[in-house]
């Protein structure tokens, strides 16, 4: 790869999580009863919660710096697709299907992510150099 493209890689790969990386700091503490309620309320049940705020703050971190990159990329597919479909799939709520559009769309970049992998500045990348 050329080196603008790794720069953009990486570009991409930093602003890719900050989503998920806040979402999931909200989430630990006040925020945490409230996504909770949500959650039981959308009929998901609670104790998916802490994998969550694993997939969101751990995985967002993880993809900033280039860590289990498609693996993550992988988890955030699935994860984004379900948001979508349970979340905010009753597009009679006004935001929801803006909601609904911005999780597909975060799916579709976490899937060229998987494919294409993290690039050259990344750990991963570090990683495989070494060993």
């Given at each position: 790869?050329?080196?603008?493209?790794?720069?953009?890689?990486?570009?991409?790969?930093i602003l890719?999580?900050?989503?998920?990386?806040?979402?999931?700091y909200g989430k630990l503490g006040n925020g945490y009863?409230?996504?909770?309620?949500?959650?039981?309320?959308?009929?998901?049940?609670?104790f998916l919660?802490?994998?969550?705020?694993?997939?969101e703050f751990g995985g967002g971190i993880a993809i900033l710096l280039g860590f289990l990159t498609r693996t993550i990329a992988i988890f955030t597919v699935a994860f984004s697709l379900l948001t979508a479909f349970i979340f905010h799939f009753n597009f009679a709520e006004s935001d929801n299907q803006l909601m609904f559009l911005k999780d597909l769309s975060i799916a579709g970049g976490y899937m060229?992510?998987?494919?294409?992998?993290?690039?050259?500045?990344?750990?991963?990348?570090?990683?495989?150099?070494?060993?």
């Open positions: 790869m050329k080196n603008i493209e790794n720069i953009t890689i990486l570009v991409a790969r890719m999580p900050l989503l998920f990386i806040f979402a999931g009863i409230e996504t909770q309620q949500y959650m039981h309320a959308m009929g998901v049940p609670a919660l802490p994998l969550t705020i694993l997939l060229l992510l998987a494919i294409l992998g993290p690039g050259k500045l990344s750990i991963d990348h570090w990683l495989n150099k070494k060993w």
